[in-house]
């Protein structure tokens, strides 16, 4: 995926019919089927705990630097 600012603000979710609705930050406006969603969640779930460790993982090497 190319660089994109990283924003730092959780998106509004909402229920509705057959189908959960997602709004920001910046451009995103997207309406999901549940299964779709539920999936999209595990996705966004194994990605922020990935690079939660590799951001750890980088401190550590700065601080053997130091």
Do not use: C, F
């Amino acid at each position: 995926m190319g660089e994109k600012p990283v924003q730092d603000e959780a998106s509004e979710v909402a229920a509705g019919d057959n189908a959960v609705h997602v709004q920001g930050p910046a451009d995103v406006d997207v309406s999901l089927t549940p299964r779709a969603a539920l999936e999209t969640a595990r996705r966004l779930g194994d990605a922020a705990v990935e690079s939660i460790i590799n951001s750890a993982i980088d401190d550590k090497a700065d601080d053997k630097k130091d």
